[in-house]
Structure formats: C-alpha cells, structure tokens
Antibody
Framework: QVTLKESGPGILQPSQTLSLTCTFS??????????VGWIRQPSGKGLEWLAN???????YYNPSLKNRLTISKDTSNNQAFLKITNVDTADTATYYC?????????????WGQGASVTVSS | DIVLTQSPALAVSLGQRATISCKTN??????????MHWYQQKPGQQPKLLIY???NLASGIPARFSGRGSGTDFTLTIDPVEADDTATYYC????????FGAGTKLELK
C-alpha cells in the first residue's frame, strides 16, 4: 500500500523560506521509474504543479516559480523535500506530494492528505 | 505551457450520464499514448486518480467511470451518476511539464 504524508511549518512570515517534507511508504525513490511531485492548491482554487523529482535524480520545475523552488530527496529515509524561497501571501495554500509513475508517463497515482501553509505577517 | 480548458460546472440527475470535457491547446499524444489523466477531488480531500493515459481505469475505480479522446480533445464520462460522485474533476497532461485544467464541479440536479 502506497502512502504519502506532507509536513510543514503551518505558518510563516513573508520573505521566509518554506520547507516541506513528504514522507512516504510502499515504494522507493531508488526504484527505476518512481518519482515524487509537489502540487499546491490555494483555498477554493485549482491545482498548480510545482516540481517533480525522479529515481535518477532528474528534476523539473514550474517555470513560473523555478527561481524560488528546490526539490530534493533522501532515498534512505523515504522522503522528498521542497523548498520555496522568499514566500509571500500568494504562497498560502495546501501543499500536496504525489507519487509519479514513469510507466504511466508522469501520472500522479497516489496523493498525500496535504499540508496547509499560511504566509502572514 | 500546454493549457487545458474545462467547463466550470455541470449539473446532472442521479442515474444519468455526466460527460466532462477537457480541451488542450497542443497535441498531448506521443508514440501511441495520450498523456492525459483525470482526478476526482471531494471537499476537504486530496485528489484521487480516476483515469490515466486518457482511457485506463485506475485501480479500485468503478467501471461507471470511463475516459476517451486523443490529440487535443478528451472526455471523462460517469454513467450512471451516483450521489457520491459530486466533486470537482480535474484533467492533467504530462506530455510536457505538467499542467492541470481549472476543474469541473459536478453537481446533482
């Protein structure tokens, strides 16, 4: 059974760096074809893809946020991470991580429950 | 960016068919696959995969859900609609960097 769970600071101030952790089980990021993606959703709005990381350490970023995003992984501890620098109120959202399947050509087949992040002074 | 366009809302009666469309501004086909996926999201919950590669039913999803299409035009069909199907449905392409449609909210008449 594949499970993912996001964790983050809950609330932070503008200009700070947001650090998110995705802890997962049921698969390994060292296995061929596996990946983890990050997606966010402001309250009442749609889904926005942020970044993907793959088993071979290939990384992809949303161009509109690329300069502020860093994705990484710790395969030994079954975790993936996302950092967003210089946050502002527009970064207030629920942040999801999802498993990616290369065999499904990038489909997000399992999602975490989400971590709520509020940026406020 | 590949832009995905969905109608904002759809109202359907219980037991009837719901057809949700997703149109892209670029072809999302590649080497015989259509890189289009569908997700269901209920209020307060995470999205759930329904259909992958345009027409493949995800594990555990009832056969009432089906997907079809290719190129730039895709549809998700729910037949028959049940009360539990009230949710927002998103399409997502993975032909290029991932993008999502804005979502279609399915309501019951």
């Amino acid at each position: 059974q594949v499970t993912l769970k996001e964790s983050g600071p809950g609330i932070l101030q503008p200009s700070q760096t947001l650090s998110l952790t995705c802890t997962f089980s049921g698969f390994s990021l060292s296995t061929y074809g596996m990946g983890v993606g990050w997606i966010r959703q402001p309250s009442g709005k749609g889904l926005e893809w942020l970044a993907n990381i793959w088993w071979d350490d290939d990384k992809y970023y949303n161009p509109s946020l690329k300069n502020r995003l860093t994705i990484s992984k710790d395969t030994s501890n079954n975790q993936a991470f996302l950092k967003i620098t210089n946050v502002d109120t527009a970064d207030t959202a629920t942040y999801y991580c999802a498993r990616l399947l290369n065999s499904g050509h990038g489909v997000m087949d399992a999602w975490g429950q989400g971590a709520s992040v509020t940026v406020s002074s | 960016d590949i832009v995905l366009t969905q109608s904002p809302a759809l109202a359907v009666s219980l037991g009837q068919r719901a057809t949700i469309s997703c149109k892209t501004n670029q072809n999302v086909d590649y080497y015989g696959n259509s890189y289009m996926h569908w997700y269901q999201q209920k209020p307060g919950q995470q999205p759930k995969l329904l259909i992958y590669l345009a027409s493949n039913l995800a594990s555990g999803i009832p056969a009432r859900f089906s997907g079809r299409g290719s190129g730039t035009d895709f549809t998700l069909t729910i037949d028959p609609v049940e009360a539990d199907d009230t949710a927002t449905y998103y399409c997502q392409q993975s032909r290029n960097l991932p993008t999502f449609g804005a979502g279609t909210k399915l309501e019951l008449k």
